[in-house]
């Protein structure tokens, strides 16, 4: 049960790691058109305005890979941790077994 229960929890972050990195490069991608933004006329508010907006969303792409990265190392920790856990109580039993079987 435990080693199904690793396997999804890592599956799951593999799939919430790919959602994040996509919403990054979205973001990203985004925040890089807004920062090219220039009006004909030279130097505007609403140029300054967009190019920040810009810079701050290119900044929020990369919290997204931060967290896409987060969240795939901890979701492969738990999982690890409770695939490995199930495989480790079969060898303690087997050892056990033999043990009593030895000495019997």
Known sequence: ?????????????IIACI???SAGNHLSDNGKNMKQLKS??????????????????????KLCYAFGLG???????IGGNM????????LQNDIIE???NHEG
């Open 40 to 61: 004909q006329g030279g130097t505007s508010l609403a140029e300054v305005y967009y190019q920040d907006i810009g810079e701050m969303s290119n900044g929020l792409g």
């Open 1 to 13: 049960m435990k080693k199904t229960i690793g396997m999804a929890t890592t599956i799951l972050g």
């Open 98 to 100: 033999l043990c009593e």
């Open 83 to 90: 695939y490995s856990a199930e495989k480790k109580n079969i």
């Open 71 to 77: 969240t795939l190392a901890i979701s492969m920790g």
């Open 19 to 21: 959602m994040f990195f």
